[in-house]
């Protein structure tokens, strides 16, 4: 049975120009890997804010305004809990 990431190889393409950017945290806030989400998060929370900004001065009536930015996430609960349940959008 393939993966995702062996899926996309095989025809030559890379998996993460289709697959989300994801963070498996085991051990809740003192896992490394929570530390790069908060880092990925905050990284990104700076984007939509400094893209708000610009949305608000837009002063061009004969453009269209630059796209929202947003940080919004999936998240899933632990191995053995899943089938759908728990699941949120932050």
Same mark, same amino acid.
């Given at each position: 049975?393939?993966?995702? $990431? =062996? %899926?996309?190889? =095989? %025809?030559?393409?890379? @998996? &993460?120009? %289709? +697959?989300? +950017? *994801?963070?498996?945290?085991? /051990?809740? *806030? #003192?896992? @490394? !890997?929570? *530390?790069? &989400?908060?880092? %990925?998060?905050?990284?990104? !929370?700076?984007?939509?804010?400094?893209?708000?900004?610009?949305? /608000?001065?837009? $002063? #061009?009536? $004969?453009? !269209?305004?630059? $796209?929202?930015?947003? /940080?919004?996430?999936?998240?899933? @609960?632990? !191995?053995? *809990?899943?089938?759908? /349940?728990?699941?949120?959008? &932050?």
């Amino acid at each position: 049975m393939y993966n995702m $990431k =062996a %899926y996309f190889e =095989a %025809y030559g393409e890379d @998996p &993460f120009n %289709y +697959l989300p +950017l *994801t963070f498996h945290i085991r /051990n809740g *806030t #003192d896992d @490394p !890997e929570f *530390t790069k &989400f908060m880092e %990925y998060y905050q990284q990104r !929370e700076s984007i939509c804010q400094e893209n708000e900004k610009i949305r /608000n001065s837009w $002063k #061009d009536e $004969k453009k !269209e305004k630059p $796209k929202k930015i947003h /940080n919004i996430w999936i998240v899933k @609960p632990g !191995e053995g *809990t899943n089938r759908g /349940n728990g699941i949120s959008v &932050f």
